[in-house]
């Protein structure tokens, strides 16, 4: 966008010297001066802006235009002085942007484009498609100034994640092309001068269909439109050829469809050795290279291979970084002494959020918070990345118990040590695990550290930037395109539907759906962590919410009836608990979510692709409705339990054992089977059960005074709690302009 900066400070020269009222003089001087800065020697066109400004001390213009030719002369390094600059120059002026409403503020219109170029490569998006819907109401067709304006809200919409605007916005630059090819061929003069304009405007045209056709295909692939998407691959390898920009928008559509072996070909075949580099264009393509193999390989469920490609990607954004000298803390020299264009250059942020979630999937939760850690400081209003850090500590805080049960059960889950020998031989049984665990004694729960403390209160910020109930009908934070002729139509049909989005940057925005999914997990981890903390009236209310959803998934709902019992069974309240124990409650353990809810990644417009592949559900969760009931039916019995109904207890116990393969009945429900026969006063068969390690039909005996003295167990809970299982997220590829 730089370039644009720089045609439109000649453009501004140029309407000084044909401006009403101006002397023979000054037209000359500023004729003069725009010369000078088209060729480069920007010392001589300051000399002509003092000069002109002697003469005529009120213009504003020459102020804007001698700042620019500074900022030019400088290397384009002094963005933070430039942007102070343009705002003096617009509280000079008295106007503010919201009050453009008639053709007499045109005239400020390269002040306002100025202005709006900055925010943008300051990242300031909201503040520059503001400006730029503006100027866009009073372009004048067939100017090089409206296709720049136009180029720059087409690449604002889709940095925010709206394709469709982008789209209606890109067919009317199509429109205002052709009409202004056809305007310039019917010129009737034939001089050489006529025949050289003739050919530099149609190499502008002819430039911008190729980067139209770039901008449609990033459309296309926000809006997973793979029909539409391919036809406009074919236009940009037909007029780009195998350029690098082309090559890796062929790689990602590719990626898209799930061809993911294709994707990396086309990767490995762009030449980045030949790209000008991050201080000219402001894309560091190595970085874009290594984390664009980051994103495939987790796509295809290689996830150490993932998380090399994304280190090489951040040791590439390091060495860019050094490079441009934005090694700097200080918040005054931020804007200093780096090219404007390579401001966007670093990507650190929208990497580590990468890094982070492909570190979470490889099972390593203390290295993904602190990736997500530094992210979250940036994008710190994004629910779903809240979220990921509660499953980092809910990760990290486990324990080792679930591993060590994974696959066959064994008696480490159940005797803990046997002491005496011959007629003084005792077993020692394994005591549960306790729930009320305080994880980060002596210390505040708002340090950031991978406690379930601070769980709590990363799923209370994630509940909290949800919006209460659905996602209110207003547009995203900008308004919308109401433009009158070609733009009156610019937010209806599609883009009404498609704007209704919460933004959750650095991810894709999240449409109404998926905030509902979203919210169903937090509900589900919240239920979880306040358990673990021995919040038991909040684990209930998070759970009786979670129940309440419109649209729960099979699995979520599963997991809110044992939390809401648990919590139940803590607060004494066991009739209540044994109504969300009834088996007939579990229908469906499917995940339910729709591929859109997949956590997606960082950068520049692209969406990623449905996972088929390399994702599995954890070995701990049950995998079908018969092993849910089942497990149902074991808490069902340890409830029973506690009311001294035996029973019905020991009913519950058998029906489950008949419903499971014998090596998946958990180390649990082996002490609970044991508990009841002690109570029956079956020594003997308790021992049995102990020393198979299987639950064995029980023997009708008078039960023994003394046993029934024994205090009732804790009701069952999984070795390690069951946790909310979310579909493995995936990244978004970072895309070329």
């Given at each position: 966008m730089?370039?644009?900066?720089a045609d439109?400070?000649?453009?501004?020269?140029?309407?000084n010297?044909?401006?009403?009222?101006i002397?023979?003089?000054?037209?000359e001087m500023?004729?003069?001066?725009h010369e000078?800065?088209?060729a480069?020697k920007?010392?001589?066109c300051?000399?002509h802006l003092?000069?002109?400004?002697e003469?005529?001390?009120e213009?504003y213009?020459i102020?804007?235009?001698?700042a620019?030719?500074?900022f030019?002369k400088?290397?384009?390094t002094?963005?933070g002085?430039?942007?102070?600059?343009?705002m003096?120059l617009?509280?000079q002026?008295?106007t503010?942007?919201?009050?453009?409403?008639?053709l007499?503020d045109v005239?400020?219109?390269?002040l306002?484009?100025?202005q709006?170029i900055?925010?943008?490569?300051?990242?300031?998006y909201?503040e520059?498609?503001?400006i730029?819907?503006?100027?866009?109401q009073?372009?004048?067709?067939f100017?090089?100034?409206a296709?720049?304006v136009?180029?720059?809200?087409v690449?604002?919409?889709?940095?925010?994640f709206q394709?469709?605007?982008a789209?209606?916005l890109l067919?009317?630059?199509?429109k205002?092309?052709?009409?202004?090819?056809?305007?310039n061929?019917k010129?009737?003069n034939?001089g050489?001068d006529n025949?050289s304009q003739?050919?530099?405007?149609?190499a502008?045209?002819?430039a911008?269909k190729?980067?139209?056709h770039?901008?449609k295909v990033?459309a296309?692939?926000?809006?997973?439109?793979?029909k539409?998407?391919?036809?406009?691959?074919?236009s940009?390898?037909?007029?780009?050829g195998?350029?690098?920009p082309?090559?890796?928008?062929?790689s990602?559509?590719?990626?898209l469809r799930g061809?993911y072996?294709?994707?990396?070909?086309?990767?490995?075949s762009s030449?980045?050795a030949?790209?000008?580099?991050p201080l000219?264009?402001?894309?560091?393509?190595?970085c874009m290279?290594w984390n664009?193999?980051?994103?495939?390989?987790?796509?295809?469920?290689k996830?150490?291979l993932?998380?090399f490609?994304?280190k090489?990607a951040?040791?590439e954004?390091d060495?860019?970084?050094?490079q441009?000298g934005d090694?700097s803390n200080?918040?005054s020299?931020k804007?200093t002494?780096i090219p404007?264009c390579?401001?966007?250059?670093?990507k650190r942020?929208?990497?580590l959020?990468?890094?982070g979630?492909?570190?979470?999937h490889l099972?390593r939760?203390?290295?993904a918070f602190?990736?997500l850690?530094?992210a979250?400081?940036v994008?710190?209003?994004?629910?779903?990345?809240w979220?990921?850090?509660a499953?980092?500590c809910?990760?990290a805080?486990k324990?080792s118990?679930?591993?060590?049960?994974?696959?066959?059960?064994s008696?480490?889950?159940?005797?803990?040590?046997?002491?005496g020998?011959?007629y003084h031989r005792?077993?020692?049984?394994a005591?549960?695990?306790?729930q009320?665990t305080?994880?980060?004694e002596?210390?505040?729960?708002a340090?950031?550290?991978?406690?379930?403390?601070?769980a709590?209160i990363c799923?209370?910020?994630a509940l909290?930037l949800?919006p209460?109930?659905t996602?209110?009908?207003?547009r995203?934070?900008?308004p919308?395109?109401?433009s009158?002729?070609?733009?009156s139509d610019?937010?209806?049909?599609?883009?009404?539907?498609g704007d209704?989005?919460?933004?959750?940057a650095?991810?894709?925005?999240?449409?109404?759906?998926?905030?509902?999914?979203?919210?169903?997990s937090?509900?589900a981890?919240?239920?979880?962590?306040a358990?673990?903390?021995g919040?038991?009236l909040?684990?209930l209310?998070?759970?009786e919410?979670?129940?309440?959803?419109p649209?729960?998934?099979?699995?979520?709902k599963?997991?809110?009836?044992?939390?809401?019992?648990?919590?139940?069974?803590?607060?004494d309240r066991i009739?209540?608990?044994i109504?969300?124990?009834n088996?007939d409650n579990v229908?469906?353990?499917?995940?339910?979510?729709?591929p859109s809810?997949?956590?997606?990644?960082?950068?520049?417009?692209?969406?990623?692709p449905v996972?088929?592949?390399g994702k599995?559900?954890?070995?701990?969760?049950p995998?079908t409705v018969?092993?849910?009931r089942?497990?149902?039916?074991?808490?069902?019995?340890?409830?029973?339990c506690?009311?001294?109904e035996y029973?019905?207890?020991r009913k519950?116990?058998h029906q489950?054992a008949?419903?499971?393969n014998?090596?998946e009945?958990p180390?649990e429900?082996i002490?609970?089977?044991?508990?009841?026969e002690?109570?029956?006063?079956?020594?003997q068969?308790a021992?049995q059960i102990i020393?198979r390690?299987?639950?064995?039909?029980s023997?009708?005996s008078?039960?023994?005074?003394d046993?029934h003295k024994?205090?009732?167990p804790?009701?069952y809970q999984?070795?390690?709690p069951l946790?909310?299982?979310?579909?493995?997220?995936?990244?978004?590829q970072v895309?070329?302009k």
């Amino acid at each position: 966008m730089a370039e644009s900066s720089a045609d439109q400070s000649s453009d501004t020269k140029h309407d000084n010297a044909s401006s009403p009222g101006i002397s023979d003089q000054e037209k000359e001087m500023a004729s003069n001066a725009h010369e000078a800065f088209t060729a480069g020697k920007y010392d001589e066109c300051m000399m002509h802006l003092e000069s002109l400004q002697e003469l005529n001390k009120e213009d504003y213009k020459i102020l804007m235009n001698k700042a620019i030719a500074e900022f030019y002369k400088s290397g384009q390094t002094t963005t933070g002085t430039l942007k102070q600059t343009l705002m003096t120059l617009k509280s000079q002026v008295h106007t503010a942007v919201e009050d453009i409403d008639g053709l007499d503020d045109v005239e400020n219109s390269i002040l306002y484009y100025n202005q709006a170029i900055i925010h943008y490569h300051m990242r300031q998006y909201s503040e520059a498609i503001v400006i730029g819907e503006k100027l866009y109401q009073f372009l004048e067709p067939f100017e090089k100034f409206a296709q720049a304006v136009c180029f720059l809200l087409v690449d604002l919409y889709l940095l925010t994640f709206q394709p469709e605007k982008a789209l209606h916005l890109l067919a009317v630059l199509e429109k205002l092309t052709v009409q202004g090819n056809n305007k310039n061929g019917k010129g009737e003069n034939t001089g050489r001068d006529n025949a050289s304009q003739k050919a530099e405007f149609t190499a502008m045209v002819e430039a911008a269909k190729s980067k139209m056709h770039q901008y449609k295909v990033r459309a296309y692939i926000q809006m997973k439109s793979l029909k539409a998407c391919k036809r406009e691959i074919k236009s940009v390898m037909n007029t780009a050829g195998n350029s690098a920009p082309s090559l890796f928008l062929k790689s990602n559509f590719e990626y898209l469809r799930g061809n993911y072996r294709k994707a990396i070909k086309l990767l490995n075949s762009s030449n980045i050795a030949e790209h000008p580099g991050p201080l000219k264009t402001g894309e560091c393509v190595r970085c874009m290279f290594w984390n664009n193999l980051g994103c495939i390989h987790f796509a295809m469920g290689k996830h150490n291979l993932g998380i090399f490609y994304f280190k090489k990607a951040l040791q590439e954004n390091d060495h860019t970084c050094a490079q441009l000298g934005d090694g700097s803390n200080g918040q005054s020299k931020k804007f200093t002494g780096i090219p404007m264009c390579a401001l966007l250059a670093n990507k650190r942020h929208e990497l580590l959020y990468n890094c982070g979630i492909q570190l979470l999937h490889l099972g390593r939760p203390l290295a993904a918070f602190e990736c997500l850690m530094e992210a979250v400081q940036v994008y710190h209003a994004n629910p779903r990345l809240w979220l990921r850090l509660a499953e980092c500590c809910i990760a990290a805080n486990k324990g080792s118990s679930e591993q060590e049960n994974k696959g066959l059960p064994s008696k480490k889950g159940i005797v803990q040590s046997i002491v005496g020998q011959g007629y003084h031989r005792k077993i020692v049984l394994a005591s549960q695990p306790t729930q009320n665990t305080i994880y980060s004694e002596g210390q505040s729960a708002a340090i950031p550290v991978a406690s379930m403390e601070f769980a709590a209160i990363c799923l209370r910020n994630a509940l909290l930037l949800l919006p209460e109930t659905t996602l209110p009908d207003a547009r995203e934070q900008q308004p919308s395109l109401d433009s009158s002729g070609e733009g009156s139509d610019a937010a209806s049909g599609k883009g009404q539907e498609g704007d209704k989005f919460l933004p959750a940057a650095p991810s894709s925005p999240l449409r109404k759906q998926e905030v509902e999914n979203l919210r169903c997990s937090i509900l589900a981890c919240s239920a979880y962590v306040a358990l673990a903390l021995g919040d038991n009236l909040m684990a209930l209310s998070h759970s009786e919410k979670l129940l309440h959803q419109p649209k729960l998934s099979g699995s979520l709902k599963f997991l809110g009836h044992l939390y809401a019992a648990e919590a139940l069974i803590s607060m004494d309240r066991i009739s209540d608990a044994i109504a969300h124990l009834n088996p007939d409650n579990v229908t469906d353990v499917s995940l339910g979510v729709s591929p859109s809810e997949q956590d997606q990644g960082a950068d520049k417009g692209d969406l990623e692709p449905v996972e088929t592949s390399g994702k599995q559900t954890p070995l701990c969760y049950p995998s079908t409705v018969n092993s849910a009931r089942a497990m149902m039916l074991f808490n069902l019995g340890s409830a029973y339990c506690l009311r001294s109904e035996y029973e019905k207890a020991r009913k519950c116990l058998h029906q489950a054992a008949s419903m499971v393969n014998t090596k998946e009945i958990p180390p649990e429900a082996i002490l609970l089977g044991v508990y009841l026969e002690l109570q029956n006063g079956n020594t003997q068969l308790a021992l049995q059960i102990i020393k198979r390690n299987q639950l064995l039909p029980s023997l009708k005996s008078t039960s023994s005074p003394d046993l029934h003295k024994k205090p009732p167990p804790p009701p069952y809970q999984p070795s390690a709690p069951l946790q909310p299982i979310q579909v493995p997220s995936s990244f978004t590829q970072v895309q070329r302009k």
